[in-house]
């Protein structure tokens, strides 16, 4: 019974949702009562000045009304809920924890406490915007509270710009603009995202678009010192991860946002869809050709080169095999019959840089920005996604 009076409970089931809908003050459980006296609204006072450093996190109770689950996925819950006292529509992520009962031995997850305090440092137009955190009846339960943005891009692109309403070049440059200015924005302040990919952008009805899920994120230094491999989404991870380095930085981001404008102009079809890392690699291959001295000098040095046993190829041969499957499935200047987006010879040189095989010659998010493809032909646009 009692936790049927937690409205913040994720195990309720959608009736209990529904009846906790109307805000209505809740009991105040044992660590919301002080913090509570702290906060409260009067008419003449709707934006209580909140201090969390004296006062300690506010009440989700106090504060939020749940409305809708958005997502459950590996790390938390995503929840659109209201603000009590402003009316303003927000999401909240909840925290997930794998073993609550193992919470004192183990602490606050780290995915999670890197997170907040990354998106807590990193504040841009093209960042998902961070409030505050609050938190629930018990040491398990807390909640970070982001601005609400109403769907992520994959959602957005399956759900409103399938063939023939394929996205504009126009859009394209808006949306990959956006997304180049939060990555160059993380970089320059020396931090790597590590999982980005269309599930982790999102897009607000007015055409804004904003990276998200900053769990992996984590600070980098030169010269580059030796991180996890355990990152970034298959699809979209770079040659240099899967062959082992990891002594890697900002390139490996870099890829990811390659991968993400190949999808976006094939309407929302991941770029290159491997079924584990060989396989991965083996597609990325076909996609941009296989390392030569040119394309890729310090190849042989990396820790998984020798497992794999293929020819050495010469930039020659690359060019016999013809240009791989990269110029193939996007072809310049093609009409859109294609069930693709329209793309002319600079969007292709900037796909093909963002998705260079050899990090060091990968072209950094600044550069991008400053490529041609943003700066000729059509402009770029807000995107049109709702
Ligand atoms: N601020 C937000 N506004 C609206 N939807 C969001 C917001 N943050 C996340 N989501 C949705 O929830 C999903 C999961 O959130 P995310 O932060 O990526 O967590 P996870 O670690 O579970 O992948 C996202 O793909 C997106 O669809
Ligand atoms: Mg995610």
């Not at 082992?244 to 981001?253: A, L, M, Q």
């Not at 930039?315 to 072809?331: E, H, I, V």
Request: glycine content about 6%; overall charge negative; proline content about 6%.
């Amino acid at each position: 019974m009692s936790k049927k009076r937690d409205r913040w409970d994720s195990s309720s089931s959608s009736e209990e949702e529904k009846e906790e809908a109307t805000p209505k003050p809740l009991a105040a459980s044992k660590n919301n009562s002080a913090t509570k006296a702290t906060t409260t609204t009067t008419s003449s006072n709707k934006f209580p000045l909140h201090n969390p450093l004296l006062q300690g996190c506010r009440s989700v109770y106090d504060t939020y009304d749940r409305i809708d689950k958005v997502s459950e996925g590996s790390y938390g819950i995503v929840w659109k809920a209201r603000d009590l006292a402003t009316q303003e529509i927000v999401a909240l992520k909840q925290i997930k924890f794998e073993q609550p009962e193992l919470m004192e031995q183990q602490g606050f997850p780290l995915t999670a406490l890197r997170e907040i305090s990354t998106l807590l440092q990193l504040q841009h137009e093209s960042i998902v915007g961070v409030k505050e955190m609050v938190v629930g009846s018990g040491d398990d339960k807390v909640f970070m509270v982001m601005e609400f943005m109403e769907k992520d891009l994959q959602q957005a692109i399956k759900d409103t710009r399938q063939y023939p309403n394929v996205l504009r070049q126009a859009e394209l440059k808006g949306i990959m603009k956006q997304i180049l200015e939060g990555v160059a924005y993380m970089h320059e302040h020396w931090m790597l995202h590590r999982d980005l990919k269309t599930s982790n952008i999102l897009v607000h009805s007015t055409g804004r678009v904003a990276l998200c899920d900053l769990g992996l994120a984590r600070r980098y230094e030169v010269p580059a010192q030796p991180l996890t491999l355990l990152v970034v989404t298959l699809w979209y991870r770079a040659p240099e991860l899967l062959m082992g380095e990891t002594k890697y930085g900002p390139p490996i981001d870099v890829w990811s946002l390659g991968c993400i404008f190949g999808e976006l102009i094939l309407a929302g079809e991941a770029l290159m869809q491997g079924q584990g890392e060989l396989d991965q690699l083996d597609k990325l291959f076909q996609m941009v050709g296989l390392p030569t001295e040119e394309s890729w000098p310090d190849y042989d040095q990396l820790p998984h080169a020798s497992m794999f046993r293929w020819k050495k190829q010469t930039s020659k041969d690359n060019d016999n095999r013809s240009a791989p499957l990269l110029a193939k499935k996007f072809p310049i200047n093609a009409p859109p019959h294609f069930k693709q987006s329209f793309l002319d010879g600079n969007g292709y040189d900037l796909l093909s840089k963002l998705l260079a095989l050899d990090p060091k010659q990968r072209i950094t998010a600044k550069e991008a920005l400053a490529h041609p493809y943003f700066h000729t032909g059509v402009p770029s646009e807000l995107p049109v996604l709702f």
